[in-house]
């Protein structure tokens, strides 16, 4: 969707490397979301945020920094990527009155 | 532990004939469903939604079902076309405590022309 942007869409990094991947909203909603895509997995939430400067853990944070200074962005940060964190990852979006999730186009992550 | 499952990876379709997409649950405070289609290289999109307070929810061609005491639910596709053909995800979530959607690990469907 045109309103939900993530950058890069393809990265590949070398294990040990800080790398980081950007979503971007044009759509000023409150909740912001970050899932990682496996094979036999499906979609596993790794942080969330329900406003700037409020996040919260989800399924699968470990390895993971996120933040939120302003509203229309969330970065997810790997600090030092190793190879089992080669996915492809989503952000998602949501306003405050509705519970369905508007996903970005995805970012396929290779750590080598 | 997978708490959203989806038991058949793959599933292939006569072009106008019903496809059903199953989902099971191991949670019971889910109360809380979504349908997600998913085409290669791009995020998923929202298809529907039901509350645990339905049994069915319609939205065109797409009908979800839940059966609560089973813990499952369903998606329907009547007729089936052949842009129907993706991966779809079921997602679930007990909404009064917090914010985290559970997701199933997706059904492929093929809609044959």
């Known amino acids: 969707d045109a309103g939900i942007t993530q950058s890069p869409r393809y990265k590949i990094t070398e294990t040990g490397r800080q790398v980081t991947l950007m979503c971007h909203q044009t759509?000023?909603?409150?909740?912001m979301f970050w899932y990682r895509q496996d094979l036999g997995h499906g979609l596993r939430l790794i942080y969330y945020?329900?406003?700037?400067?409020?996040?919260d853990k989800g399924e699968v944070p470990d390895g993971y920094v996120v933040s939120r200074s302003k509203t229309e962005n969330f970065p997810l940060t790997l600090e030092s990527a190793t190879r089992s964190q080669t996915s492809v990852y989503f952000c998602a979006i949501r306003s405050g009155d509705a519970y369905e999730q508007y996903f970005g186009p995805g970012t396929r992550l290779t750590v080598t | 532990d997978q708490q959203v499952k989806q038991n058949s990876p793959s599933l292939s379709v006569q072009e106008g004939r019903i496809s059903i997409l199953n989902c099971d649950y191991t949670?019971?405070?889910?109360?809380?469903f979504l349908w997600y289609k998913k085409y290669p290289a791009e995020g998923p999109t929202f298809l529907i939604s039901i509350s645990s307070i339905k049994d069915k929810n319609e939205d065109g061609r797409f009908t979800v079902f839940l059966n609560k005491s089973a813990k499952h639910l369903s998606l329907h596709i009547v007729p089936s076309q052949p842009g129907d053909s993706a991966v779809y995800f079921c997602?679930?979530?007990?909404?009064?405590?917090?914010?985290?959607?559970?997701f199933g690990t997706g059904t492929s469907l093929t809609v044959i022309p």
């Open positions: 949670n019971s405070m889910f109360d809380y």
């Open positions: 997602a679930a979530s007990a909404l009064n405590t917090g914010n985290q959607f559970y």
């Open positions: 945020s329900a406003a700037a400067d409020i996040t």
């Open positions: 759509w000023s909603h409150s909740y």
